[in-house]
C-alpha cells in the first residue's frame, strides 16, 4: 500500500529548501563569533550599575550573567539564590539604556521578546518600579533583588555588581 | 462562535486545572507571596479568497471560508499566570477562535503547574506546549510574528499536536553563545474535529517528546522529536469500516483487510522530526524550518516540508517574503488500485472501486502536497499595534488540496489549483 509519490516540482522545491537550511545553519554559526565580538565593545561608562542588596551574598556577576537573568533564561543566581530581577517601566530611559547596553537591542525588541516568554509560558517578565525609592524599598523586602540604577543614585543599602564599561 | 462545555471527554484534567488557575487567579491576588497578572492577545484579521473549488483555512481544525471573512485568522488569547513562591507557578491560556468543534478542550492551549527544582532543572504538569516547531508554542499571537500567521504548510496540522497533556522535565544550561534547553515530555494529546455528520476522534498515546533549543540573543535553533501510539479511533461509519471484510464476498476479502488496515490506525506509530532557526543581524530577519513527518495511516499520511522567510526592518515597516512546501509520501487512495487492477477482472475492479470510492474521497480530502509564495508588510504604528497586509498565493497537487477546505457538495479536485489569499490584520498583546 505505501506508495511513493514523486512530483518532480515538489522534490525541486524540497532540495532548495534543504539547501537553503543549509545555508542558514551555516551563518548561524558565523554569528556566535560576531555576538562575541559586541559583547566585549565598550560601551558608555558612568551611566548604569547593576546593584543588589548589601545582605545579598552575590558581590559581583558578569556581563553573561546578567543576560541570563534580565533575559528570563535563568531564576537564580549563579549560586542557586532565587533572583528578583527589577526592570523600570516602559519608555524609561533608564530601561531603554539598560538594555541597550545589555544586548544591544532596543526597547521594542525587548518588549517583543519578553512577551514570546510570556506567551509561550516559559517565564513572566521581571516586576517593574518607577523610580529609585521603589528599588530600595523592593530591596528592603526582598534581599534577592537585583536592579540596574545610575551610579549616582547608589546607597549604603546597596552593593554594585556590575558596572557597564 | 458556540463553546460547548458539555463534553470534556478525556481532557477533564487540563480543564480543571485551568478552571483552577483562572479561579484562583480571582481569589488569592490579596495571598501574601502569591503573585497574579492577566494578560491577552488579539488578531483582528480581515480575509478574502474566492475560489469556484476550494475554500480557504489557516489551520485543519477550523471551517473552510470563502469571500471576505474574519473567521480564519482571527484570534483572542487571554493568559493567566500565578507565581505561589520562589518554586512553584502556574500558567493558563485560553485561545477563542474559529473551530469545526467546539467542545471547550479545544480551546484550551496551556494549562499547566510548574516547579522550579533548582538552577537547571525544571518539571511540569498538565497540558503545555509541545513544541513541535519554532512557534509552536506562540503560533496564535500574530503580534509576535511577522506573518498574519505561519506558513500554513508548516503550521496548519500543527493544531493536532500542538500542545499535551502530561509531564515534562527540562534542563538549561549556559553556554558562550547564551544558553542550551533541552525538554523532555510524555504524556498524550487527544484530537477531536468535526467531519461530516459528526465527530472524528483520536488519541495520540504514548506521546514522547525531545526538544533541544540553542537560544543566544541574535538567534535561535530548534529541534524536536516526537513519536506516538495511535489509538481509539472514531469517526461516523467506522464500525461499517471494521466490519467491511465479513461483508463483502471472498474476493474482495484481501482488499478488505488492506482498507482497513489504512483506515483505522490504532496501534500504528507516528514520528515528527524537525529542526528550524531564526537569525536576526542588524535589519535583516531570516526563518527556516524543515519537518519529517513518518506515518502510514492514509488520513494522515508522512509528509515532508518547511518553507524559508525574509524580513528587513526599515524604521516601522518590515516587507518580507516567505516560500513554503509541504510534499506527501503516500498516493491519496484507501487501497492501491493498481495492484488490485493487476488482480481482480475488470468488472470486479469496477465493483471494488465503487464499494471503496467513500472512504477514497475521505482520503483524498485529506492528502495535502501543496506551495506557496507569500509577501507581505508588517507596519508598527503604535507601541502596542500592528497592521499588517499579507498575500498569498497557494498551488495544489492532484487531490492534493486537503489542506483547504471544498466547496460544499464537490468532491476533492483532481486537477492541479491555485489559491490566492489576501489578508489584513490588526494585531496587539495587553
Not at chain 2, 501574601?32 to 492577545?41: C, D, I, L, Q
Not at chain 2, 484550551?108 to 527544582?117: H, S, T, V
Not at chain 2, 537547571?120 to 513544541?131: E, M, V
Not at chain 2, 510524555?186 to 495520540?204: A, C, K, P
Amino acid at each position: 500500500m505505501e506508495k511513493q509519490i514523486t512530483f518532480i516540482n515538489s522534490s525541486t522545491s524540497l532540495n532548495l529548501l534543504r539547501l537553503l537550511l543549509g545555508m542558514f545553519l551555516i551563518a548561524l554559526v558565523g554569528v556566535g563569533v560576531s555576538v562575541q565580538a559586541q559583547e566585549s565593545t565598550p560601551s558608555n561608562p558612568d551611566s548604569l550599575v547593576v546593584v543588589v542588596s548589601t545582605k545579598n551574598a552575590i558581590d559581583t556577576l558578569d556581563k553573561k550573567q546578567l543576560i541570563d537573568i534580565f533575559m528570563g533564561r535563568f531564576k537564580s543566581f549563579p549560586n542557586g539564590d532565587f533572583v528578583t530581577p527589577i526592570d523600570y517601566f516602559a519608555g524609561s530611559p533608564q530601561r531603554k539604556e539598560f538594555y541597550e547596553l545589555l544586548v544591544g537591542k532596543s526597547e521594542r525588541k525587548i518588549n517583543a521578546y519578553w512577551s514570546r516568554l510570556l506567551f509561550s509560558g516559559r517565564a513572566t517578565p521581571p516586576e517593574k518600579a518607577s523610580s529609585v525609592p521603589d528599588i530600595i524599598q523592593m530591596m528592603r523586602e526582598d534581599v534577592n533583588v537585583l536592579a540596574y540604577i545610575n551610579a549616582s543614585k547608589v546607597t549604603k543599602e546597596m552593593k554594585i555588581v556590575y558596572r557597564f564599561e | 462562535m458556540f463553546i460547548d462545555l458539555n463534553k470534556p471527554k478525556s481532557s477533564t484534567v487540563p480543564l480543571l486545572l485551568l478552571a483552577s488557575i483562572f479561579t484562583c487567579g480571582l481569589t488569592v491576588s490579596n495571598a501574601k507571596a502569591t503573585e497574579v497578572s492577566f494578560s491577552g492577545f488579539t488578531n483582528l484579521s480581515l480575509t478574502y479568497a474566492e475560489h469556484d473549488k476550494l475554500a480557504y483555512r489557516s489551520s485543519l481544525q477550523k471551517n473552510g471560508r470563502e469571500g471576505l471573512s474574519f473567521a480564519p485568522d482571527s484570534i483572542l488569547g487571554l493568559q493567566s499566570n500565578i507565581e505561589f513562591n520562589d518554586k512553584f507557578d502556574a500558567v493558563g491560556q485560553i485561545i477563542l477562535q474559529d473551530r469545526d468543534n467546539t467542545q471547550f478542550a479545544n480551546y484550551i492551549e496551556l494549562a499547566f503547574l510548574r516547579y522550579q527544582i533548582d538552577r537547571h532543572w525544571s518539571a511540569k504538569i498538565g497540558r503545555f506546549s509541545t513544541n513541535s516547531y519554532l512557534y509552536t508554542d506562540y503560533r496564535n499571537v500574530g503580534h509576535l510574528l511577522n506573518w498574519v500567521r505561519p506558513p500554513v504548510e508548516m503550521y496548519s496540522t500543527a493544531g493536532a499536536l500542538g500542545s499535551m497533556d502530561g509531564l515534562q522535565a527540562s534542563y538549561i544550561q549556559d553556554a558562550d553563545f547564551g544558553a542550551v534547553k533541552v525538554a523532555l515530555s510524555y504524556g498524550q494529546s487527544n484530537f477531536i474535529d468535526d467531519v461530516e455528520g459528526g465527530e472524528l476522534t483520536i488519541d495520540y498515546s504514548e506521546l514522547a517528546v525531545l526538544n533541544i533549543e540553542l537560544q543566544s540573543t541574535d538567534w535561535r535553533f530548534h529541534a524536536a522529536f516526537i513519536r506516538s501510539t495511535l489509538d481509539n479511533f472514531d469517526t461516523v461509519g467506522i464500525d461499517d469500516v471494521k466490519n467491511l471484510e465479513g461483508n463483502v464476498p471472498p474476493l474482495f476479502s484481501p482488499f478488505a483487510r488492506e482498507l482497513v488496515g489504512n483506515i483505522v490506525p490504532d496501534g500504528k506509530v507516528i514520528t515528527y522530526a524537525s529542526v528550524g532557526g531564526q537569525y536576526n543581524v542588524d535589519s535583516l530577519e531570516l526563518n527556516a524550518e524543515l519537518f519529517d513527518y513518518d506515518s502510514d495511516w492514509v488520513l494522515a499520511g508522512g509528509s515532508v516540508g518547511g518553507y524559508i522567510s525574509a524580513a528587513y526592518q526599515l524604521g516601522n515597516v518590515k516587507p518580507y517574503l516567505t516560500l513554503a512546501t509541504h510534499n506527501r509520501r503516500l498516493a491519496p487512495e484507501v487501497i492501491d488500485y493498481e495492484r488490485a487492477e493487476s488482480l481482480l477482472p475488470p468488472v470486479a475492479f469496477q465493483q471494488l472501486v465503487i464499494l471503496s470510492a467513500e472512504s477514497n474521497e475521505a482520503v483524498r480530502g485529506a492528502s495535502y502536497d501543496q506551495k506557496s509564495i507569500s509577501a507581505g508588510v508588517r507596519w508598527d504604528f503604535h507601541e502596542a499595534w500592528s497592521f499588517k497586509v499579507q498575500f498569498d498565493h497557494f498551488r495544489t497537487s492532484e487531490f492534493g488540496s486537503g489542506l483547504f477546505g471544498v466547496q460544499a457538495g464537490l468532491l476533492t479536485p483532481k486537477e492541479e489549483l491555485s489559491l490566492n489569499v489576501l489578508s489584513l490584520s490588526f494585531t496587539t498583546i495587553f
